[in-house]
C-alpha cells in the first residue's frame, strides 16, 4: 500500500521515457453556425515522465483544449495521443485534473472532497486516513477539514482542489489556469506550494497559464502555442535551477534568458492577436 | 458602478424569505411593525366574518369562525371525520412516495441516456398537455371507488412534477462535477449518489415540495368523483346538504395536512442542502 510520506508513485514511464506523447493531434468543434472552428493543429509533444511541464498561448488558443484532449474529456479529431503508450480512448483516469474554477464538490467537506479519489479498492481504510490528512496537512487546511467548499476562501479552495486531485496519486497532473482568478500575493504563495509538493512527489504536470512569469518560474520547459487554430511555436527549455525561489524569481541565474527568449516570440504572437 | 460584496450566512429554504425574516427578528421595529400589522389583519378579517354571518349574510352561506370551530371540535371528537381524515392520509402516503420515487428516478434515467430522453420526451410532454385531473373519472372505472383510485390520481399529479423537476436538474447540473468525479475512477453507485444526486438535489426538492399540495388535490378530486369516504367525500356530502361550517372544516383539515408534510419535506431539505452555507452576492448600485 502506498505510504504518502515517501516518494508518491513513480510516473511510470513508457519505454522510451515518455509518459505523454501527442502525435499529429488536431481539434475541429462544430459551431452552431455548421462552420468549423479549428482549436488545434498538428500538435506534436513528447512529455518525459517527472517533467514540469507548462503551456503558453494567447487567450483563446486551444491551450485547454489540449489538456482535455489529453484528459480524454474529448477526442482528437485527428491524430492521437498516446498515454503511456497506449492511446487515449475515453476518459483517462490516470490522470488528475485541476480545473480553472476550484470545482471542489460542494456537497462534501473538504476531507470528503480530497478522499474523494481515494477507491476502498486500492486504499484501506487506515491508508485512506492517513492519505487524507497528509494532503489536507500538505495543502495548509489543517482544522478545516470538516468545511464546506464555500466557507472556505478563495485560496483554500484553490489549495483543496489541487491536494484532491493529487491525493489519489495519478501519475499524471494536468492544471488548466488554476491560479487565474487568484489576486498575486496568494498565487505567488500557491506557486511556491505546488513548487514544494512537486519536488516531493515529482508526478508529470502539464500546467496551462497566459501568465509568462508564472510559466517560466514553474517550468522545465515552456510550450509556446500560436493565435487560433492553435500550433505549437517553440518549445523553450528553461534552464534554471532547483528548488526555485519563487519569490524572487527575477534574481535567478537564468530566468532574465528564458524570460526573454519566451516574450520575444511571444510578442509576435500579441500582435497578430491585436489587429 | 455596480459593487459587490460578499456576505456569508446559512442559506435558507425558500420559506426563508425577506419578510419571513423581518418577522423573525421581533427586536427591530420594523418587524414589531410587521408582525402586529399582520395580527391584525387576520384578527381584523375572522371579527368581521363573525360579525357578518347571520347579520348580513345567511350563515349557511358563509358559516362563522365559532361555527366553524364547534364543528370541527365535535367532528373530532363525536363525529366520524379522523376516520375521513385517515383515508386521506393513507391514500397520499401512499400515491405521493410512489409518484415522487418514480418521477426522480424517471428524471435521472432521462438525464443519463440521451437516447431514452429522445424517445420518449414528445410522448411525455404530449401526456403532460392533458388536464390531469380529468382523468380521475377513468382511475374510478379502472381501480373502482376505493382507494386504490386515489392513489392513482394522486401518483399521476405528483410524478409529473417530480419527473420535469428532476429533469430539468440534469440538464441544469454542472457537468464538470460528473466529468472530474469519473475522471478520478468514481463511477456506478458511487457516481449517482454521491456526485449526480447531491448537484441535482436542489432541483429535485423543488419537485418534490412544489407537488405536495397536488398530491392532496389529487386525493380529494378522486373522492370528489366517487367515494364513500375520506375529506373529499366530506367536503361534498357536507356542501350538498348545506351543512356549511363542516365544508370549512374539510378545508382546513387540508389546509393542516399540506402544512404538515411541507413543514416536514422542509425539514429535510435543509438538513440534505446543508452544505449550501453560501456567499451571497448582493449588487449595491453606487
Partial sequence: MPDPAQTATESEPSRNGFVIRVQNASKVFQ???????????????DIRAGEFVTVVGPSGCGKSTLLKLIAGFSACSAGRILFQDEEVRGLNTKVGYVPQESKLFPWLT??????????????????RERQVSYFINLAGLSGFEKYYPAQLSGGMGKRASIVRALAYEPPVILMDEPFGPLDAQTRMVLQDELLKIWEQKRQTIVFVTHDLVEAVALADRVVVMTHRPGKIKDVIKVPMDRPR???????????????SRLWTIFRHELNIGAH | MPEEISQTRTQGTSSDTGAATAAKSPLTMRGVTVTLLRTAIVVGFFSLWEIASGRWIEPFLISSPSRIFSSM?????DGDLLQHTWVTFIEIAIGFPIGAISGIALGYAFGRSKLLAEIFEPIIIALN????????????????????????????????????????????MDHEYVDLASLM??????????????????????????????AVIGAIVGEFVAATEGVGFFIRMSAGIFKTADVFVGIIVLMIMVIIMDKFAAAIEKRALRWQTQTEHIQIQA
Wanted: zero cysteines.
Fill in chain 1, 31 to 45: 459551431t452552431p453556425s455548421q462552420a468549423n472552428l479549428g482549436a488545434l493543429t498538428g500538435i506534436d509533444l
Fill in chain 1, 110 to 127: 473538504v476531507e470528503e472532497n480530497v478522499g474523494f479519489g481515494l477507491s476502498p479498492k486500492r486504499y484501506s481504510r487506515a491508508d
Fill in chain 1, 245 to 259: 525561489n519563487i519569490f524572487e524569481i527575477h534574481r535567478q541565474p537564468g530566468f532574465d534568458e528564458a524570460y
Fill in chain 2, 73 to 77: 371540535l365535535t367532528g373530532f371528537t
Fill in chain 2, 129 to 172: 398537455g392533458i388536464p390531469r385531473t380529468a382523468l380521475a373519472p377513468l382511475f374510478i372505472v379502472w381501480l373502482g371507488i376505493g382507494l386504490w383510485s386515489k392513489v392513482g390520481v394522486v401518483f399521476l399529479l405528483t410524478f409529473f412534477l417530480n419527473f420535469f423537476n428532476t429533469y430539468t436538474g440534469m440538464r441544469q
Fill in chain 2, 185 to 214: 475512477g468514481v463511477k456506478g453507485w458511487k457516481l449517482t449518489f454521491k456526485v449526480i444526486f447531491p448537484a441535482i438535489s436542489p432541483y429535485v426538492f423543488t419537485g418534490i415540495r412544489t407537488s405536495i399540495p397536488f
